[in-house]
């Protein structure tokens, strides 16, 4: 069946460096490719997205990049900060499913 | 718009109850997704409905699982008989077309079973 399969697990990074987070995907008919940022205790919310149309997306330090060919997508994050600390999901299908996260953490 | 409405926002309940969440979609959105969260296991989808129907239950955990969309603006979620390991956290989600145009989640649910 259709698999998201998200690396690292957790990550942890000195504030002001920069972050990836990357995905990979099985279904290949996906289209549209989000990432949600949960902070501890709260909903997640949708960051930033991109569509198979385009491989390349910026929203001030966050971006994100696409491979449709390989099948592979990551999350960009300059210049970190303590507040970016939180878990990300990727998500690749049009059914629900979602990465198993990341947990950021941004050392001060 | 209220965004996506789920009740309770905290359950405790004892073994062997029946225990029921409910959401309210944002109205327009014909998707809707149930998900349960662990520390262990992440952000596990149990179900999807696409205008009202149920389209993939193959992530319900049990048979003590069940859910239902009688409506375009109303979901549950039911356990029965709930189990200790049942304690998680549960989303529920809304999305126009098919999770196309994103996913909008509720604040969840915390279940604790004792």
């Known amino acids: 069946g259709e698999n998201v399969e998200q690396h690292p697990s957790t990550l942890s990074v000195q504030e002001g460096d920069s972050a990836v987070i990357k995905c990979t995907y099985s279904d290949s008919a996906s289209n549209y490719f989000p990432w949600y940022k949960q902070e501890l205790g709260k909903r997640p919310q949708l960051i930033i997205d991109?569509?198979?149309?385009?491989g390349e997306k910026k929203d001030q330090r966050i971006a994100v990049t696409l491979n449709k060919t390989a099948k592979h997508f990551s999350l960009h994050i300059t210049e970190t900060q303590p507040e970016d600390s939180a878990v990300y999901f990727c998500?690749?299908?049009?059914?629900?499913?979602f990465g198993t996260g990341t947990r950021l953490k941004v050392l001060a | 718009d209220a965004g996506v409405i789920q009740s309770p926002r905290h359950e405790v309940t004892e073994m062997g109850q029946e225990v029921t969440l409910r959401c309210k979609p944002i109205s327009g959105h014909n998707s809707l997704f149930w998900y349960r969260q662990t520390m262990m296991r992440g952000l596990e989808l149990l179900i999807y409905?696409?205008?009202?129907?149920?389209?993939?239950d193959s992530g319900m955990p049990e048979d003590r699982f069940s859910a239902k969309m009688p409506n375009a603006s109303f979901s549950t979620l039911k356990i029965q008989p709930s189990e200790p390991r049942d304690s998680a956290v549960y989303f529920c989600?809304?999305?126009?077309?098919?999770?196309?145009?994103?996913?909008?989640f509720g604040s969840g649910t915390r279940l604790t079973v004792v």
């Open positions: 998500a690749a299908s049009s059914w629900g499913l």
């Open positions: 409905f696409n205008n009202n129907v149920p389209i993939d």
């Open positions: 991109i569509r198979s149309n385009v």
């Open positions: 989600a809304s999305s126009y077309g098919t999770g196309v145009y994103g996913y909008t």
